[in-house]
C-alpha cells in the first residue's frame, strides 16, 4: 500500500488495494486546471529513501490534459480538479480495473508547489463506513470503493483522510 500512490501516478496499470475508482469520469472536463508545471519529475516513495529518487516520469502538458509517462513509456491521461483546502484531484484515465477487461478511472490527491507535489494517498478501508454509505459509494470489496454514485466529488474528496506522510514527485 505504501507505493500506492506512485503506482497510480506511474500509470504501472492497476488500480491497487485501498484505491478509489470510477468507472466513468467524475470530474467534467471544464474544471480541470493546470496546475503541474510539464518537465521531468523524480518520484520520492512514501517510506522510501527521500534522498534520491526511486523512479522517474515524463510529465507532458496538452492543455488542462498531462500526458504521465513512465520510464517504460506506459502512458496516463491525468486532469487534475481543485477542491477545498488547496488540494487537486488527479483523475487518472485508462486504469484497468482488478478482475475485469474494462479500464475506468482512478483518483489521488495531490497538493502542489512549485517545483514538489505531494500526492497523498486515500485508502477506502481507512475512512469512515458510515460516511462512504452516506455518500452512496459502492465497496466492491474491502479494498475497492467505486464512486460513481457519489453526488458532489469534489466535496468527498477534501473530506476524505489522507496518508501521511505523502509521496512526492519533485520536478527536475
Excluded: W
Excluded at 503541474?36 to 529518487?53: A, I, M, N, S, V
Excluded at 484531484?89 to 482488478?98: D, E, L, N, S, Y
Excluded at 507535489?117 to 475512512?127: H, N, R
Amino acid at each position: 500500500m505504501q507505493r500506492l500512490a506512485l503506482v497510480f501516478v506511474l500509470a504501472i496499470g492497476t488500480l491497487l488495494s485501498g484505491c478509489f475508482g470510477s468507472d466513468k469520469p467524475m470530474f467534467a472536463p471544464e474544471t480541470a486546471v493546470r496546475a503541474l508545471e510539464p518537465g521531468r519529475y523524480g518520484l520520492f516513495e512514501q517510506y522510501g529513501d527521500q534522498t534520491k529518487p526511486s523512479e522517474y516520469m515524463e510529465v507532458r502538458q496538452n492543455g488542462t490534459i498531462y500526458d504521465f509517462v513512465n520510464e517504460k513509456g506506459a502512458v496516463n491521461p491525468v486532469s487534475f480538479h481543485p477542491i477545498a483546502g488547496g488540494l487537486y484531484v488527479a483523475q487518472v484515465g485508462g486504469m484497468p480495473q482488478r478482475n475485469s477487461d474494462k479500464k475506468g478511472y482512478g483518483y489521488a490527491l495531490f497538493r502542489i508547489d512549485g517545483r514538489e507535489a505531494l500526492v497523498y494517498v486515500v485508502e477506502c478501508d481507512k475512512q469512515d463506513k458510515a460516511m462512504l454509505a452516506a455518500s452512496r459509494v459502492e465497496i466492491r470489496d474491502q479494498y475497492e470503493c467505486f464512486i460513481d454514485s457519489v453526488a458532489n466529488p469534489a466535496a468527498f474528496f477534501a473530506s476524505l483522510k489522507r496518508s501521511d506522510p505523502p509521496s512526492r514527485m519533485v520536478r527536475e
